[in-house]
């Protein structure tokens, strides 16, 4: 009996320490839990993350409050990826309500048995309007892929370059994806297509510019020039515009697709999480 009455004021005297040393270790750890449960609940997920990511490289032996800051931080990701999927639905409605209003006034066609996307193009640079004119035609796909086309009718010129110039600033192309030329009648024509971004700048060049415009081209037989048309400015800004709107609404889609993924895995990993520590209170 004697044994036991003293040893148990040491075993106190060990508990109040332990408990002491555990409270210096988790008490600073939980002072930052508690601020990042503040920037949570005012809607500051990045800093919140950033201060559960302090507290576990600050007080790495804080194994409570390391657990409950690691429960928060799930719960931040959570709310960061619902927030990104009602942020990119929002911005869908808006772009598509954008590009209603630009496909407005412009032609729309689509061969299904060998394009997988239709093309818009102003109604003005229909080929069945311009079958003797020389002229650079815009058009874009669904997918906002945008081209540029060169039609030159004349003598032969095989021409392979185009420059467009306004005043004594200038754009030139000389990279066609692909190139046409047949003769009809003794008249020669030419058609040289470029893809928007691999076009010299031309598009964004006349999108930008004012004008006039003349236009310039240069091939091996030769050499021909006219004055670009002002239908033909406008058709080309048009067009360059409803294909960044249209790029836009693609590359929306698939960060709110890639969101919607990543907030299912979430909220499986959640429940999986939740019901793991269900089962542990209950077998306690």
Request: contains cysteine.
């Amino acid at each position: 009996m004697k044994r036991t009455f003293f040893q148990l004021p040491l075993l106190l005297l060990l508990a109040a320490v332990f408990l002491s040393c555990e409270d210096s270790v988790e008490k600073p750890a939980k002072e930052l839990l508690e601020e990042a449960r503040n920037e949570y609940a005012a809607g500051n997920y990045n800093m919140a993350r950033v201060i559960i990511d302090s507290l576990s490289l600050t007080h790495p032996k804080a194994y409570k409050t390391r657990r409950d800051a690691e429960l928060l931080r799930r719960e931040v990701l959570l709310e960061e990826k619902r927030r990104d999927v009602v942020f990119y639905d929002e911005t869908l409605v808006s772009l598509m309500a954008q590009r209603d209003s630009l496909v407005q006034g412009l032609a729309y066609s689509k061969e299904s048995r060998y394009q997988d996307a239709g093309v818009y193009s102003a109604s003005s640079q229909a080929m069945s309007l311009n079958p003797f004119n020389n002229f650079l035609r815009a058009t874009v796909k669904e997918n906002g892929d945008a081209y540029i086309t060169s039609f030159y009718r004349g003598k032969r010129i095989a021409h392979k370059n185009v420059t467009v110039s306004s005043g004594d600033s200038f754009v030139s192309c000389s990279a066609p994806f692909l190139t046409r030329s047949y003769k009809e009648r003794g008249v020669y024509n030419e058609r040289l297509d470029f893809k928007y971004g691999s076009d010299g700048g031309i598009m964004d060049f006349v999108a930008a510019s004012g004008g006039p415009f003349k236009v310039k081209l240069d091939g091996g037989s030769g050499s021909a020039e006219y004055t670009l048309r002002h239908d033909d400015v406008l058709a080309i800004s048009h067009v360059l515009e409803l294909a960044k709107v249209l790029k836009a609404i693609e590359e929306t889609k698939g960060m709110s697709e890639e969101a919607k993924r990543a907030l299912d895995f979430l909220q499986a990993s959640q429940e999986r999480s939740k019901a793991a520590r269900e089962k542990e209170a209950a077998e306690k």
